[in-house]
């Protein structure tokens, strides 16, 4: 497992994070201050750094962060860096972004996302680590690093492949847990602008009220708890690649401004007159309908033809089985292997949450596992179904991880690989009673 350095001044977030992180099986080593934190990695392997922006009481500027990040950076270029910040942060840790940090997370953190950003990156270290030992040669692209044997993976990638050196807008459909950021990040890195910033906004993890201004940014006093400027997004993405998830949850009015900036690169900050100017290449992805939504009124038409230059469609796991073992075998990890039986069950299970909710059943697989072969029972989950008793076991499913997490939707969701809205659609298809 990868190992995670924490770095804050303060005791109780060192504590609660680690905790957090060593209940899901991570390596947690922490730090109190720069110095520390240099030491740490100077002389212990250190794969992913989450770090403070302050570490001195009543120290608010971000400075010491950014000196923390400028030297861990000079220590090692790749090591990836989850920046913790407050709001009267944001803008320098947007601007740290743009040089190289991997992402950042708002204080209070929320624990789903910072375990999916843990994740997500911690993945990469040994595709990093492999990238950085083939040479030195600026102009070399990251390899892609999808796990796949199906034809219609290898036929998705190479349109992946394609149209990433085209300056062309990209909208990904497909389900909720089939990879599209994934893909979004691949294409970012195959493009021309790989070399700059790639920058990802959640939609439908954000409040309405503050869309707009986490898109286009803000002035002093926009808005209540607005106490300095702050720049946007798109600010953010200058030169490189914005991308949008769940972009049917943008509302009418944001969306106008959102064709704007598609349309002339031209938008304003919230509370200011002075036009800005940026150069971004859109990737968005959404799991619902647009057609739908735009003959519905809630989503404008002509925004939908700007996103959607090109489409790029994940199929369901459930479409390309050939993938499930691959994907199996690598979350597992080589210390570990498939019984036939557990085979057997992976591919005849209808996999509802694709792969995230595969990464899931393996993550609880090896705390189940009695030795390094995998069986059937491990995975606790069943095969050779009908759609119908398909149906009557994901629901039996679904309530029997409802009652565990005591009906609290963001953790159930969570472990069955699933976002809120698609949880909630599948307790209004099955009635659920919650």
């Known amino acids: 497992m990868p190992q995670i350095l924490v770095v804050d001044d303060n005791p109780d977030i060192l504590e609660a994070l680690e905790l957090l992180l060593s209940l899901h099986g991570y390596t947690v080593l922490t730090a109190e201050n720069e110095k520390a934190a240099l030491l740490a990695v100077s002389h212990q392997r250190v794969d992913l750094v989450i770090q403070d922006m302050n570490f001195a009481q009543g120290i608010t500027s971000g400075k010491e962060g950014t000196s923390l990040f400028n030297a861990l950076k000079a220590l090692n270029k790749d090591l990836p860096i989850i920046l913790m910040t407050a709001w009267t942060q944001l803008e320098t840790a947007i601007s740290l972004v743009k040089g190289g940090a991997t992402d950042y997370l708002q204080k209070p953190w929320d624990d789903v996302k910072l375990l999916a950003l843990v994740e997500e990156y911690s993945q990469n270290v040994e595709t990093s680590q492999s990238k950085s030992n083939q040479g030195n040669n600026k102009n070399q692209k990251p390899a892609d690093d999808f796990i796949y044997q199906s034809q219609e993976m290898h036929s998705l990638i190479s349109q992946a492949t394609k149209v990433a050196v085209a300056n062309v807008n990209v909208l990904i459909t497909g389900a909720n847990g089939a990879g599209k950021e994934k893909l979004a990040d691949f294409i970012h890195q195959q493009s021309p602008r790989h070399n700059h910033a790639f920058i990802k906004v959640n939609m439908g993890a954000l409040p309405h009220e503050l869309m707009e201004a986490e898109l286009f940014g803000a002035e002093k006093g926009a808005f209540t708890g607005a106490n300095q400027a702050r720049i946007g997004r798109f600010e953010a993405a200058d030169n ?30 919230l509370g200011s007159n002075t036009t800005l100017k940026v150069d971004v290449r859109v990737l968005s992805a959404t799991n619902a309908d647009l057609r739908l939504a735009v003959r519905q009124g809630t989503f404008r038409e002509d925004l939908y033809y700007r996103l959607n230059v090109i489409e790029l469609n994940l199929p369901d796991l459930a479409q390309r089985k050939a993938d499930i073992v691959p994907l199996a ?106």
């Open 240 to 269: 490189g690649t914005l991308f949008l998830d769940e972009i049917a949850n943008l509302p009418l009015s944001g969306q106008m401004k959102l064709l704007r900036v598609l349309q002339t690169g031209e938008f304003e900050r």
């Open 329 to 434: 075998l690598y979350f597992i990890g080589s210390d570990y292997s498939l019984s036939d039986q557990a085979i057997d069950v992976l591919t005849g299970h209808p996999w509802p949450g694709n792969v995230r909710e595969l990464e899931n059943a393996c993550k609880r697989a090896l705390v189940f596992a009695n030795n390094n072969i995998l069986t059937a029972s491990d995975f606790q989950l069943a095969s050779g179904q009908s759609e119908s008793e398909s149906a009557v076991d994901e629901k039996q499913h679904i309530e029997q991880v409802l009652i565990k997490h005591n009906g609290v939707i963001k953790h159930t969701a969570a472990e069955l690989g699933l976002s809120r809205q698609a949880l909630y659609r599948r307790i209004e298809k099955y009635q659920i009673d919650v």
